[in-house]
């Protein structure tokens, strides 16, 4: 199963929707709930995507992270009916696809993480009571490292939290959503879902994720444009047998191996490259590379934290090209698409470093750029990469934007 792709088979137009087609359909949407469903809704939910700055594969071995939310969203109208039936009845906007949904029935796409999410709050002790109607739709690429599946699982709880009442707070949605993946079948760490929930406008999140704990880092490269280009080659992260999940287990081995010396040792991405060298006949020579690139990763990012404080986008960039060469040869999650990608990134004016964002396999690379050229440069990018490739892949500008925001319907 495609982890991210929930509206199946209009992803393309997904992709397109510009930001004033966005705003245009949040002032409808209240309007297409009530054709849909006959009433009004109660609640609109925005939810972003995100980006990870640097810090992949970090989150579920305890490191440190640093996502932000982005200006690309999901957008739900949410309403209860008189109904005492407990299910949800969904409509996806860009499809025209309307669907029952309960936790009874298996399904597919983006019905399943519905089902998920429902299935979660179950589990924590809260279910429908009543029939609740839903409609939704967004401007995230599919299937592209940018989190679709965290905004629509943390937007739909957050939503039915209003809706009927539970007053679920932001920490608890989080791991909900959580395991609303891995009831799926991802078993993501909970990085996606703090970004989603908790990003504020201008600012990176410095979250550690072997405590939970937050801080802000004020964005300080203000001439500097985030662009995200899309390989079009779509990830696969859900599934007991995905190789997503089989990195996460070589990270859990490597971690009892480690703690056989260091009992004291309780995240991988605490370990020292001293610590993992000592132990190193126990490993293979393909876990022991992906080991120490989740090592050199944890330094990257503190590294990275001083170059956000400093505005140094010079040293920031080079540390992305080098989390990217990790992901590349060490942790080996990318494909030829992301790698030319950044290969053209390096030789792009205006460029200070490239690197491909998610758990990997496909999706998006995201390129630090100079404000003044950022345009010229997304532009070569997309000839040079159409021209090796025949794919057309536009590229875009990101906006770090705030998380999930809910408000009355109007």
Same mark, same amino acid.
């Given at each position: 199963?495609?982890?991210?792709?929930?509206?199946?088979?209009?992803?393309?137009?997904?992709?397109?929707?510009?930001?004033?087609?966005?705003?245009?359909?949040?002032?409808?949407?209240?309007?297409?709930?009530?054709?849909?469903?006959?009433?009004?809704?109660?609640? *609109?939910?925005?939810?972003?995507?995100?980006?990870?700055?640097?810090?992949?594969?970090?989150?579920?071995?305890?490191g440190n992270v640093l996502p932000a939310g982005v200006n690309r969203h999901l957008f739900f109208t949410i309403g209860s009916s008189e109904s005492e039936t407990p299910l949800i009845?969904?409509?996806? *906007?860009?499809? %025209?696809?309307?669907? @029952?949904?309960?936790?009874?029935?298996?399904?597919?796409?983006?019905?399943?993480?519905?089902? %998920?999410?429902?299935?979660?709050?179950?589990?924590?002790?809260?279910? $429908?009571?009543?029939?609740?109607?839903?409609?939704?739709? =967004?401007? *995230?690429?599919?299937?592209?490292?940018?989190?679709?599946?965290?905004?629509?699982?943390?937007?739909?709880?957050?939503?039915?939290?209003?809706?009927?009442?539970?007053? $679920?707070?932001?920490?608890?949605?989080?791991?909900?959503?959580?395991?609303?993946?891995?009831? @799926? =079948?991802?078993? /993501?760490?909970?990085?996606?879902?703090?970004?989603?929930?908790?990003?504020?406008?201008?600012?990176?999140?410095?979250?550690? /994720?072997?405590?939970?704990?937050?801080?802000?880092?004020?964005?300080?490269?203000?001439?500097?444009?985030?662009?995200?280009?899309? &390989?079009?080659?779509?990830?696969?992260?859900?599934?007991?047998?995905?190789?997503?999940?089989?990195?996460?287990?070589?990270?859990?081995?490597?971690?009892? @191996?480690?703690?056989?010396?260091?009992?004291? $040792?309780?995240?991988?991405?605490?370990?020292?490259?001293?610590?993992?060298? &000592?132990?190193?006949?126990?490993?293979?020579?393909?876990?022991? #590379?992906?080991?120490?690139?989740?090592?050199?990763?944890?330094?990257?990012?503190?590294? #990275?934290?001083?170059?956000?404080?400093?505005?140094?986008? =010079?040293?920031?960039?080079?540390?992305?090209?080098?989390?990217?060469?990790?992901?590349?040869?060490?942790?080996?999650?990318?494909?030829?698409?992301?790698?030319?990608?950044?290969?053209?990134?390096?030789?792009?004016?205006?460029?200070?470093?490239?690197?491909?964002?998610?758990?990997?396999?496909? =999706? /998006?690379?995201?390129?630090?750029?100079?404000?003044?050229?950022?345009?010229?440069? #997304?532009?070569?990018?997309?000839?040079?990469?159409?021209?090796?490739?025949?794919?057309?892949?536009?590229?875009?500008?990101?906006?770090?934007?705030?998380?999930?925001?809910?408000?009355?319907?109007?």
């Open positions: 199963m495609d982890r991210l792709v929930f509206i199946g088979r209009l992803v393309i137009l997904l992709q397109t929707i510009t930001a004033e087609q966005s705003q245009k359909k949040l002032e409808n949407i209240s309007d297409i709930h009530k054709k849909q469903f006959n009433k009004e809704p109660n609640w *609109i939910i925005k939810a972003p995507g995100r980006i990870n700055i640097l810090g992949e594969h970090l989150d579920y071995n305890g009845d969904a409509f996806a *906007i860009m499809t %025209g696809e309307r669907s @029952i949904i309960s936790t009874q029935d298996k399904y597919n796409g983006w019905r399943a993480y519905f089902r %998920g999410s429902l299935l979660a709050l179950e589990e924590e002790g809260y279910k $429908l009571d009543r029939r609740v109607e839903v409609a939704f739709y =967004g401007n *995230i690429p599919l299937g592209a490292g940018m989190s679709s599946s965290a905004a629509l699982c943390c937007g739909l709880i957050l939503g039915l939290s209003h809706t009927l009442g539970w007053g $679920l707070d932001r920490k608890l949605i989080a791991l909900l959503g959580q395991r609303a993946e891995h009831i @799926i =079948g991802a078993n /993501c760490g909970l990085m996606d879902q703090y970004a989603v929930l908790f990003s504020r406008k201008g600012h990176i999140i410095d979250l550690d /994720c072997s405590s939970m704990e937050t801080s802000l880092i004020p964005w300080k490269l203000k001439d500097t444009a985030l662009v995200l280009v899309n &390989s079009k080659v779509d990830h696969q992260l859900a599934g007991t047998g995905s190789i997503y999940n089989k990195r996460r287990a070589v990270c859990e081995k490597a971690l009892n @191996i480690l703690k056989k010396d260091d009992s004291n $040792l309780h995240f991988l991405a605490k370990a020292s490259l001293d610590q993992l060298e &000592s132990l190193k006949t126990h490993f293979s020579k393909d876990d022991f #590379a992906k080991v120490q690139y989740v090592i050199q990763e944890a330094q990257r990012v503190e590294k #990275a934290k001083q170059a956000i404080f400093s505005g140094s986008a =010079g040293d920031l960039g080079q540390l992305m090209y080098s989390t990217h060469e990790g992901l590349q040869h060490l942790f080996e999650v990318s494909v030829p698409e992301t790698d030319l990608l950044v290969d053209i990134g390096r030789e792009t004016d205006g460029v200070y470093g490239a690197r491909m964002v998610g758990g990997g396999f496909g =999706g /998006c690379v995201l390129f630090l750029m100079e404000a003044s050229t950022s345009k010229e440069a #997304a532009k070569n990018i997309y000839e040079s990469y159409l021209q090796k490739t025949g794919i057309d892949s536009p590229g875009f500008e990101v906006k770090i934007d705030n998380g999930i925001s809910i408000a009355p319907a109007l």
